[in-house]
């Protein structure tokens, strides 16, 4: 998808971190950008923000973990934009604790936001971009944890697994039908972004027990591994290339393809692989 200007771009997850550097970045290449979040307030900031740099934008309260709600979402941007042209799937939320006691639900959770966020998004947008034939890209954010399993974080890093199988078929179902629909995996390594209190956005009243230290210790080395991460602007502008390019997997580290190598190489073995950096 080479052209962009004058394009539609559709953002989950847009009230913060990735997502509103996508939606400035989108804004800033000509694009007409549908914001979309479960956080209204900083929603509005994101909407504000674009229209303050001369975008035109629009926002939408969504839950991606709703099918219906992301329906709607679709309905919204086929009525005032004209349909979406690249649709990036960002949402996502993080739960971490020791997996043999931590509880079902925040694998339901963490699996309905970044999973299920995903193949609604999917499901929802896809139909009508085949239908109006006019060359379009998903880009679905996983993770760095979508490549190299983490432990104290099964739920996230399930979900990540997941939601990098289902953007692969997607792909490759994609090609198969022959239509002019790109598909990047974005995978990136620490980001500046509030992941580590996702939980702020969590209405099912349940949560990790508060005396699991594994749960202490993976939520305060993510907010601090994302406090010095890259900036949001940084991957935005890395995920407009990949869309202009047609790529694939978008890495945001260097090190990560020497990593995934030796990853392989201690499956061969038989060995379990080590955890890179993810910096």
Same mark, same amino acid.
């Given at each position: 998808?080479?052209?962009?200007?004058?394009? %539609?771009? /559709?953002? #989950?997850?847009?009230?913060?971190?990735?997502?509103?550097?996508?939606?400035?970045?989108?804004?800033?290449?000509?694009?007409?950008?549908?914001?979309?979040?479960? @956080?209204?307030?900083?929603? @509005?900031?994101?909407?504000?923000?674009?229209?303050?740099?001369?975008?035109?934008?629009?926002?939408?309260?969504?839950?991606?973990?709703?099918?219906?709600? *992301?329906?709607?979402?679709?309905?919204? *941007?086929?009525?005032?934009?004209?349909?979406?042209?690249?649709?990036?799937?960002?949402?996502?939320?993080?739960?971490?604790?020791?997996?043999?006691? @931590?509880?079902?639900?925040?694998?339901?959770? *963490?699996?309905?936001?970044?999973?299920?966020?995903?193949?609604?998004?999917?499901?929802?947008?896809?139909?009508?971009?085949?239908?109006?034939?006019?060359?379009?890209?998903?880009?679905? #954010?996983?993770?760095?944890?979508?490549?190299?399993?983490?432990?104290?974080?099964?739920?996230?890093?399930?979900?990540?697994?997941?939601?990098?199988?289902?953007?692969?078929?997607?792909?490759?179902?994609?090609?198969?039908?022959?239509?002019?629909?790109?598909? &990047?995996?974005?995978?990136?390594?620490?980001?500046?972004?509030?992941?580590?209190?996702?939980?702020?956005?969590?209405?099912?009243?349940?949560?990790?027990? @508060?005396?699991?230290?594994?749960?202490?210790?993976?939520?305060?080395?993510?907010?601090?591994? &994302?406090?010095?991460? +890259?900036?949001?602007?940084?991957?935005?502008?890395? /995920?407009?290339?990949?869309?202009?390019?047609?790529?694939?997997?978008?890495?945001?580290?260097?090190?990560?393809?020497?990593?995934? +190598?030796?990853? %392989?190489?201690?499956?061969?073995?038989?060995?379990?692989?080590?955890?890179?950096?993810?910096?």
């Amino acid at each position: 998808m080479e052209q962009l200007e004058g394009r %539609t771009a /559709v953002i #989950t997850g847009a009230a913060s971190g990735i997502g509103r550097g996508l939606a400035r970045a989108g804004a800033a290449a000509g694009m007409r950008v549908a914001a979309a979040d479960i @956080e209204a307030g900083p929603l @509005e900031e994101t909407v504000a923000l674009v229209r303050a740099d001369g975008g035109e934008a629009i926002g939408v309260t969504v839950d991606v973990a709703d099918a219906a709600s *992301v329906r709607a979402l679709a309905a919204t *941007v086929d009525r005032e934009l004209g349909g979406a042209d690249l649709l990036c799937n960002n949402a996502g939320v993080f739960a971490g604790g020791t997996l043999w006691t @931590e509880p079902v639900e925040d694998f339901a959770w *963490v699996m309905g936001v970044n999973f299920y966020g995903i193949l609604h998004g999917i499901q929802a947008f896809v139909p009508g971009m085949i239908e109006r034939g006019r060359p379009g890209h998903v880009v679905n #954010t996983i993770s760095a944890a979508g490549l190299f399993p983490s432990a104290f974080s099964a739920a996230y890093t399930t979900s990540k697994f997941a939601g990098l199988a289902l953007t692969e078929c997607l792909a490759g179902e994609l090609s198969a039908a022959g239509v002019p629909i790109g598909v &990047t995996a974005l995978c990136p390594g620490a980001v500046h972004t509030g992941i580590a209190s996702s939980e702020r956005n969590r209405a099912d009243g349940t949560g990790t027990p @508060e005396d699991d230290p594994a749960r202490d210790f993976v939520g305060q080395a993510l907010a601090d591994v &994302t406090e010095r991460g +890259r900036p949001p602007a940084e991957v935005a502008e890395m /995920v407009l290339d990949a869309v202009r390019a047609g790529r694939y997997l978008q890495l945001t580290n260097d090190g990560y393809a020497g990593a995934l +190598r030796i990853r %392989t190489d201690e499956l061969l073995a038989g060995g379990l692989p080590q955890l890179p950096y993810f910096d």
